[in-house]
Every structure is written in C-alpha cells, then in structure tokens.
C-alpha cells in the first residue's frame, strides 16, 4: 500500500498524537480537516501486545506508522463502525494477527453494505477484515483484557476492562454526558443498561473512542444513563398523549434546534435527536 504524499497530507490535514498514558497504555488520536470541522477525532489504544481499535481508512498510513516495530498478537475492536474498524484490514495484515468483533454479523445490518457518502468523505473506505467472534478475555504479552458486552450504540459494541491498571476502553459508549443525537439502528434502552454495566464494573478510568480520557467516571456513565431514562420517559409521556415525533422532539430537546437541524441534513439523517425520539417509541419496553 502507498503512503500518501505529502501533497495528500496536506489537502487532508491528517494527524496523530501520540501519547503514553498511566498503566503503559498508548493513545493514538488521529484527525482530518475535515473531522475537525466536527470537533472529531478517532483514538486507538496499545494495551501491551494487543490494539484497541484501528482509526479510520483515510489515516490508515499513519496507523501503521505509529504502531511500526511493535509487536500486536491481536486487534480488538470495540464496534464494527468505520471510523474505528478502517485501518483494521491493513494492520491485521501487517502485523499477522486476528481481528477480533463481537456479532460480526450487524456489519451487515447497521449500514456497512450502504455507507452514506458523508461518511465515506469523513472515514474513507475501510478494508475488508474477515473479524473472528470475540472472546470473553483476551490474554497476550502477561496482559489481559475482559470483553463486556455493551450493546446500544451498535449491536456490536463491546468494552474491555484492562485488569492491570482498571482502564475502560468504551468505544462510542460515551461522546457526552446528555441525551444526545443517535443514529436510526441504536437502541437507548440498551444504551442505558450498558452505561451502568460499565459504571458497576467501578473502572479507574474511561477511555473513549474519540480520544476523551476520564478518571473514575462510574458516576458520568450513571448520569449519562439517568438524563437518556428521564428523555425517554418524556418522550413516552407526550407520545401517549398524542403529540407527533417532531413535536415531541421540540418539547423535549428545547434547545440547540438549530445544530441537531444541521448534523441531521451533513449526515442525511442518519444522526439525529428525532431518531432518539423514534427509537425510544419504537423500542419501549
Ligand atoms: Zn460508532
């Protein structure tokens, strides 16, 4: 694979940080002009020998480089979304090693055979992995990480508990504290409860797929989880007593009108807080 030219790196405005984080984890945060429009950046994480996470296919050459001369037994990824699973083909070929999915199935189903042309703008196009299924601990190097299942954002969402330094790594679990914008397939209701699975595990610290680190979050992942129950039970309220989902969005999420608008019409709307609205009616337990 060609590296890009320096002339490509500089129409993209790709970069990556490197940093080395308490615990001997390294963060790798990459970004692209056009993911800092959006405030966006994509993190990967070395964990000894294994790698959560890849970053996206348009930085999949800085990938590699940060990760060049290490030795990986194992990619694991949080979700199958392609801003985290794009440079998984290239450097599970690169370094040797499996490639590791919870429900590799839902790539299929959650809009992997239909990208929108937004996000293959933003991500590029990603490589085809072939991910075995996920195992309940992932053992390499005297290192260790525990799989939990945190499904919700994707069906295939999965955290990993380092049991050496109590680190979280979360994937899309958690961007913002609020009830936010989602994409049509999440389930909330789900959300929730993989909020408190994480926060109950008590983690030193969480670790976030787009780069946010943050000590002792169990109370964050337990607000988190109260502020999307309490939207929900507004949404379900107004929704028995008659009022459209649009109408039920704009009482409920009074504020920020105008920037939901503008993600919802950059994204085709694929990300929305009308589709939070919807898949709270729709998945009412
Ligand atoms: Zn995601």
């Known amino acids: 694979m060609s590296l890009p030219t ?21 963060r790798v945060r990459l970004s692209s002009r056009t993911t800092r429009l959006n405030h966006m950046q994509v993190a990967l994480y070395r964990v000894g020998e ?22 990986l037994a194992a990619i694991l990824l949080t979700h199958h979304h392609e801003d985290h699973s794009g440079a998984a083909a290239a450097l599970a070929a690169r370094h040797a090693c499996p490639v590791y999915l919870r429900r590799p199935e839902v790539r299929r189903t959650e809009g ?11 991500w590029g196009e990603p490589g085809e992995y072939g991910p075995l299924p996920m195992p309940e601990r992932i053992d390499a190097g005297g290192r260790a990480l525990r799989a939990v299942p945190i499904p919700g954002h994707s069906a295939s969402h999965t955290a990993f508990l380092d049991e050496l330094s109590g680190a979280v ?7 913002s504290g609020g009830a936010t914008a989602v994409m049509s397939h999440e389930d909330p209701y789900e959300s929730i409860a993989s909020l408190r699975r994480v926060a109950d595990l008590e983690p030193a610290r969480m670790l976030t797929g787009h780069g946010l680190s943050m000590e002792r979050p169990a109370a964050a992942l337990r607000e988190k989880a109260a502020r999307i129950e309490a939207a929900a039970g507004e949404i379900l309220r107004l929704h028995r007593a008659g009022l459209p989902e649009r109408e039920i969005c704009r009482r409920v999420f009074p504020g920020g009108r105008a ?17 939070l609205v919807r898949a709270c009616i729709r998945r009412a337990p």
């Open 50 to 71: 294994l790698l959560v996470d890849t970053g996206f296919a348009r930085a999949r050459a800085l990938s590699l480089r940060a990760l060049e001369g290490q030795r």
């Open 112 to 122: 992997l055979d239909a990208i929108k042309p937004y996000r293959r703008l933003w």
């Open 169 to 175: 790594l979360v994937g899309d679990l958690y961007i």
């Open 6 to 26: 320096l002339a490509e790196r500089a129409l993209s405005g790709l970069a990556c940080k490197l940093d080395e984080l308490a615990g001997g984890i390294t």
């Open 259 to 275: 920037k939901d608008r503008f993600l919802e019409l950059l994204t085709q709307g694929e990300f929305s807080r009308l589709n």
